[in-house]
């Protein structure tokens, strides 16, 4: 039942968002009719794929023997040989989920998702909060975009940070928040509803990829950096810190980056169906020995039933761009690599899957990247952050000090699966495992974000290196850790974790007093002003990630100066033409002309940062709203100052 739900939840989600847009295309916005009709299709949708999707297998009787029973010198021999005995089974619902490192881990998982989601942005007093520090920035541009899809303006919206572009953003998920509010839902609680079913989808996706080992080195990811806690004795986001780059999956990337809340458990449900469907181990256990001398899991024609229907396999992989762009390159990789190491049958499903993925997926490729006018970023730069900032180090150090035990672990773990395939291939009916299927675009994957930057801030390449990560554990444990004794494994896992423990919860500890992010009552006025002016007119003002206005979900010549940076936008002289609108200086009604700005703001930020403008604008623009939060001016019409008196009767 849980994989008719998680296939059921994400094609909802895929499908209204879908719908959404298409539909906000035609009708140039998102409307209450729209969002209503676009909810309503995503019902259908996710309806006709839990009616779709398999259940669980039951788990099948054994054969019974007909031998007569053998023996045993040893107890030890008598467990060898029931192993090799034992017929391959599915293992079965009910004990799937017995073993009490799941349910840590599982309850792990849950106080993270409470304690980050439940206090993502909330109301201390009269200001507006935020649990974590780095989402200061990123939580101020999603509710930008929220508000600007949920603002109706058309489809697909004119980027409100930057003033000569669409927006250029993968931003699904926030259309998604958008359609909710839309249908009444508060910002707030749809943001917190959206990250607590998020993360609910995304352990349980992960679980089914890489088990209670993968919702582990997904919560605890990390390598020395958390050592510190034996000189100061508190739990502390070590991880957080400039110097690290392998920074803690949960704090740093879900709860900010929004787009993984849908692209990693479409992500990991999409790995899952593809290693149930080409590799019989997927499907069925079989004992070590086997494993061994076979090399891993053998590759065999595609499954009779699959755990999902073609069409949501097809609907998740097709628009993955939408949310995440990183996500759908790495899944694309595995794609390239499976279709390689499979038979021909696979790879006529494959074939099936890449040409109808092929223009859907070019679509939202064209949407979100302003009708393919957003240049390419990727640029042959190898070392990733290895050579940056902060975070230079010589190659051994950078990898030992943000990865730890894992550097000599995977390098074990390749290098003696690179000897069984050498060795394997000495045989004529070798076939490809598994482990290796899954292996090779591994690491191509994290060759890709190694020597290539895909993203204008180097540090971004961590959103494909992470899938790196995620694809190689259930190998690394099924193949290599789990065959150790207990006593090894517990030693090797708190090499592994116990570095990312302290971080995650030394991070939600930290946050336990908030963030400012506003003030609620300069937000609410200048939000009333703002409804009495056209939804898609753009305003001057100063740039920053909170202005008041972004937060209303209205334009702005320029937005925070990181968030264009980071979309690869070269603003700077845009930026210096703004300052000099603000100051006031000679030509500014031409400048505001050339930025297509009706509107000036002018608040507490415009009168901190530009204390030596002129402001012209009040002698000859017409005042439209003023308050104690500031005034918002029509630079296209005059102020009634100066209007000219109208004459009198008598002609003086």
Not at 169 to 186: M, R, S, V
Request: overall charge positive; aromatic content about 16%; some cysteine.
């Amino acid at each position: 039942m849980g994989m008719k739900w998680l296939a059921a939840g994400l094609t909802f989600v895929n499908a209204s968002t879908v719908g959404a847009l298409g539909m906000g295309m035609m009708a140039r916005g998102l409307t209450k009719p729209v969002a209503i009709v676009s909810v309503l299709l995503g019902l259908m949708t996710a309806a006709a794929a839990w009616l779709t999707t398999p259940g669980d297998p039951a788990r099948p009787k054994p054969p019974e023997s007909s031998e007569p029973p053998t023996e045993f010198t040893s107890k030890r021999a008598r467990a060898r040989a029931l192993r090799n005995q034992r017929a391959p089974v599915v293992i079965p619902p009910a004990q799937r989920y017995r073993s009490i490192w799941f349910w840590l881990l599982a309850a792990c998982f849950a106080i993270f998702a409470f304690r980050s989601f439940c206090w993502l942005l909330y109301l201390d007093g009269n200001e507006l909060k935020v649990q974590s520090p780095n989402n200061l920035g990123d939580l101020s541009l999603h509710l930008t975009y929220i508000k600007t899809f949920a603002n109706g303006v058309p489809l697909w919206p004119d980027n409100p940070i930057y003033v000569f572009s669409k927006l250029r953003y993968p931003a699904g998920i926030d259309l998604f928040n958008g359609l909710l509010t839309c249908l009444g839902l508060d910002v707030t609680r749809g943001l917190v509803w959206t990250g607590l079913l998020a993360s609910a989808a995304t352990c349980y996706a992960l679980y089914r990829w890489a088990g209670s080992f993968g919702i582990a080195a997904f919560l605890f990811n990390g390598g020395v950096a958390s050592y510190l806690i034996f000189q100061t004795h508190q739990f502390l986001d070590y991880q957080g810190a400039n110097t690290v780059a392998w920074k803690s999956i949960p704090l740093a990337m879900f709860v900010t980056q929004r787009g993984l809340l849908y692209a990693l458990p479409a992500g990991f449900l999409l790995l899952y169906q593809w290693r149930m469907k080409f590799f019989q181990e997927a499907v069925v256990s079989k004992p070590p020995e086997e494993r061994e001398e076979a090399g891993g899991l053998e590759t065999v024609a595609p499954s009779q039933n699959p755990p999902l229907p073609f069409w949501v396999e097809l609907s998740l992989y097709a628009t993955m761009p939408l949310f995440h762009v990183h996500t759908f390159m790495a899944l694309s990789i595995v794609l390239v690599f499976l279709f390689l190491f499979t038979n021909n049958a696979a790879r006529l499903q494959l074939g099936f899957l890449v040409s109808g993925a092929f223009l859907p997926a070019t679509f939202c490729v064209w949407v979100i990247s302003d009708h393919f006018r957003a240049g390419s970023v990727m640029e042959w730069k190898p070392g990733w952050v290895q050579q940056q900032g902060d975070f230079a180090m010589n190659f051994l150090q950078f990898w030992l000090f943000n990865f730890g035990a894992w550097v000599p672990l995977v390098t074990f773990f390749i290098g003696i699966t690179a000897l069984s395939v050498w060795n394997g291939c000495q045989s004529a009916d070798y076939k490809i495992p598994a482990r290796v299927a899954f292996l090779i675009p591994a690491g191509a994957i994290f060759l890709l974000g190694y020597l290539v930057k895909t993203a204008p801030w180097e540090w971004d390449n961590i959103k494909i290196i992470v899938w790196a990560y995620f694809i190689i554990l259930p190998f690394l444990w099924s193949d290599l850790i789990a065959r150790w004794p207990w006593s090894m494994r517990a030693v090797v896992c708190l090499a592994l974790f116990a570095s990312g423990f302290v971080t995650l919860f030394g991070g939600l500890i930290a946050g336990k007093e908030g963030f400012g992010l506003a003030d609620r009552a300069e937000l609410d006025f200048v939000g009333a002003a703002l409804r009495k002016l056209p939804a898609d007119a753009r305003y001057a003002g100063f740039p920053t990630y909170n202005h008041p206005v972004l937060l209303q979900g209205r334009k702005m010549v320029l937005g925070y100066p990181g968030h264009l940076w980071t979309q690869g936008f070269n603003y700077s002289q845009d930026n210096d033409k703004l300052t000099a609108l603000m100051k006031g200086e000679p030509g500014w009604k031409e400048t505001a002309r050339f930025f297509h700005t009706r509107y000036l703001f002018w608040g507490r930020e415009e009168k901190t940062n530009y204390p030596q403008s002129k402001r012209p604008w009040e002698r000859e623009s017409k005042l439209i709203a003023a308050g104690t939060w500031g005034a918002i001016y029509d630079l296209e019409a005059p102020s009634d100052q100066a209007l000219p008196r109208p004459a009198s009767p008598s002609g003086h």
